[in-house]
C-alpha cells in the first residue's frame, strides 16, 4: 500500500459533516484500505473484519504481533452472530444488558473470519460499540470491522484524533474525529468459551454488573495462554515512551526519596511528570503535575490524555499515584501495571 504523505482528517460536529466522513470512510475501507474511527473506548484502526488483506494492513501498520488477536467491530446481534459458529443464550443475555457498549464477547468464530483476525485461534472477540459515528459507519458498510486501537503497537492508546494523527497520519488515508473517548479504557473482555465465563480482560463494566447477569465469573487474565483469546494480556501493554513508576507517597520529600530509590535518580525532577489524584505536590521542582479527580471513571477517561501529554511534552519519567485496591479501580490498575512493566 503507498502510504499517503498525511492523514486526511474529517469532523463530525454537524450532521452534514458526519454524514461526509460516514461516506468517505465506507468507501475506504470497501476499497481495502484503512481508517482511523473513534469509539467511546478509545480509536480505532478499522479494516473490513471479512478481508483477509485488509486485516494484515492492521497488523503491517501498527506493528502489531501476529500472535495479538483484534477485535471485530459489528452493529448489532445479527451481524455479530454471522462472525460466529454458535450465539448461546448466554451470549443474548450479556448483549441485552450491555450492548451496545464497552464489552467484548470472546466465542468460536464462524468461517466468515479470518484466520488472521484471530491469531490463529478458534475463537474471535465481538463487539457492538455504542458511538454514533463508528455504529454509522458499520451500518453503511454491512460488515464488520476489525479494529485495534489507532497507534503503534504496545504504545499508549488514543482518545482523540490528534493523537492518531502523531501516531499513524502517514501510513493511513483518514482519521474521523469524533471527539474525545468517552470510556477512555479498552472494553471489557469475557471468554464465553469458558465454563464458568472467564474475564480475561478488565473494563469499566465492573464485576459486580457482570455478575448480575451471569452468577459467576472466573477471573484469570494473563499472557500465559498458548493462543491468546483477547488482546490486552501481554505483559507489557499501553506504554508510554517514557519510564512509568507508580508510587504512593506521604508527602513531597517521600515522593522524591522513592523515586531516587526506585532507581529513577538519572531523571531529573523538570525531566519528571507527576499524575496525581489526592496528594498533590506542590512544588515546582517537577516539569508537570497533572491532577485527575479521584474518581474512577473521570481518571478512565484523562489518564490516556496525560501520558501522550508527559511523553510529547518530553518527559523521563512519568510517576502515577497508586490506585485504590478497589473495583472500580481494577480496569485502570491493570493498564497502568502493564504501562509500567519492564
Known sequence: MDAPSQAEVLPTHTSALFQVAVKRAAELLRAGELVALPTETVYGLAANAFDTNAVAKIFQIKGRPAHNPIIVHVSSTEMAQRCV??????????????????????????????KNVTAGGKTVGVRWPSHPF????????????????????????????????????????LIVDGGQSQVGIESTVLDLTSHPVRLLRPGMIHEESLLSVLGELALGFGDSEEVL??????????????KLLILNWANEADLKSQIASNGAGEFSLSQTHVIAHTRIPLSTEFGRVSVIPHDAEAFARAIYAELHHADESGAGLIVVEGLPNTKEWHAIRDRLNRASAD
Open 229 to 242: 483469546k483477547s488482546p490486552g494480556m501481554l505483559r507489557k501493554h499501553y506504554s508510554p515512551k517514557a
Open 134 to 173: 463508528i455504529q454509522a459507519v458499520i451500518r453503511e458498510c454491512d460488515f464488520p470491522l476489525a479494529a485495534p486501537s489507532a497507534n503503534l503497537s504496545n504504545s499508549i492508546s488514543p482518545t482523540n484524533a490528534e493523537h492518531v494523527r502523531k501516531s499513524l497520519g502517514g501510513q493511513i488515508k
Open 85 to 114: 459458529e454458535q450465539w448461546p443464550l448466554l451470549a443474548d443475555k450479556l448483549s441485552a444488558a450491555f450492548w451496545p457498549g464497552p464489552m467484548t464477547m470472546v466465542l468460536n468464530r464462524s468461517g466468515n473470519v479470518p
